[in-house]
């Protein structure tokens, strides 16, 4: 559909209605979220109660986001209709939609997942470990100060079947969330790469938010930024992919099995290895694979990386469908940012 031409005014009402509904979702969240509350008689049993946790929370925001979206589309309905770009009489099921696998489709999804997983998340984890080692600690010291985490300390036959289960319950969560929520409904108020910047950067600054950590001050300040830097260009990777492709699937695969690889990394770290066994025993062959994967698939990595790059070059230019000024781009792009940032904040209080 054709955009209008949209002044500054706009733009702003736009994400103020975006920013409403959102706040209807993330009330939601925290309202299904009290039977998690339930679970604190679990506490005293460390690696059940934290498998539960995560899994509950799971199923708790596919329901907080399908029923919200409904009231929200009641609700907020008529007073931004004239604000919506995309038109979608059904936003529950525009967003349960992203969770089908076909039998036709499947291989593809699971394609895009693996080269997801081997070309991004484990690059960017390897560079950040080689080139910067006190990663490792870091994330080591905040993750494991929660007690839902507990399970980085068992024997290595618990701690694998609850990393499968809490890392993949994790992956559904912000996938649902960030991907199935913010980017998919937020491409229906802004266009798709201004959606893909708001949920990136909400994606980025829930990693950095682990500077609040009281485990944090221990470690310098700066890996934080590094870990908002990493997420917000897996965050953009992975919102690009199911706005393009329409498939949540490969985001919540190759996002759980990257935790659940670097969680292998923490937890032979705990057992006192260091960097260098672990990149020659668990990254080096990891590299190996990405490489082959990459000429394998060459063409199909090509074509992505062409229409993905085409798609940022004109984010970052004026819009000439809507004769866009060059402050009213520079404004248009410094809002995304600030309401990424405003979502982070929402989100961090409730």
């Given amino acids: 559909m054709a955009r209008k031409q949209s002044s500054t005014k706009k733009m702003i009402q736009q994400r103020l209605y975006f920013l409403l509904e959102t706040v209807l979702i993330f009330l939601g969240l ?103 080692p006190e990663l490792l600690e870091y994330s080591a010291e905040v993750l494991t100060f929660n007690i839902s985490n507990s399970y980085f300390f068992e024997p290595y036959l618990i701690f694998l079947g609850s990393v499968i289960i809490i890392q993949f319950s994790v992956a559904f969560y912000e996938e649902s969330l960030t991907r199935g929520f913010l980017a998919n409904r937020g491409s229906d108020y802004v266009s798709k790469m201004s959606a893909v910047i708001i949920s990136s950067f ?30 917000f260009f897996v965050g953009v990777v992975l919102s690009m992919t199911v706005l393009r492709r329409r498939w949540i699937f ?22 006192g290895n260091d960097f260098m066994v672990l990149g020659l025993f668990l990254y080096l062959p990891l590299m190996v694979i990405g490489v082959v994967l990459l000429l394998l698939e060459f063409p199909l990595i090509k074509e992505s990386l062409s229409i993905g790059t085409k798609d940022l070059k004109l984010y970052f230019k004026n819009d000439a469908e809507i004769n866009e000024q060059t402050d009213s781009k520079i404004i248009r792009i410094m809002l995304d940012f600030l309401f990424g940032f405003l979502i982070f904040v929402m989100g961090f209080v409730f």
């Fill in 202 to 231: 909400y994606f980025g600054m829930g990693h950095f938010a682990y500077i609040f950590s009281p485990a944090s001050p221990r470690v310098p300040t700066i890996f934080p930024f590094i870990w908002l830097i990493q997420a």
């Fill in 30 to 132: 925290f309202i299904t979220s009290i039977v998690l509350i339930a679970l604190s008689f679990l506490e005293s049993y460390d690696v059940i109660y934290g498998i539960t946790f995560y899994l509950v929370r799971a199923v708790t925001v596919i329901i907080a986001v399908t029923l919200f979206m409904y009231v929200s589309n009641f609700a907020l309905g008529r007073k931004r209709r004239d604000l919506i770009i995309e038109r979608d009489m059904s936003p529950s099921r525009n967003f349960l939609g992203l969770f089908g696998i076909k039998r036709s489709n499947f291989k593809y999804q699971l394609l895009y997942g693996i080269l997801i997983l081997f070309l991004v998340f484990i690059p960017i984890d390897f560079l950040g470990y080689f080139f910067v």
């Fill in 250 to 271: 490969p985001a919540i695969f190759a996002h759980g099995m990257n935790n659940i690889i670097s969680a292998h990394a923490i937890w032979n770290y705990l057992q």
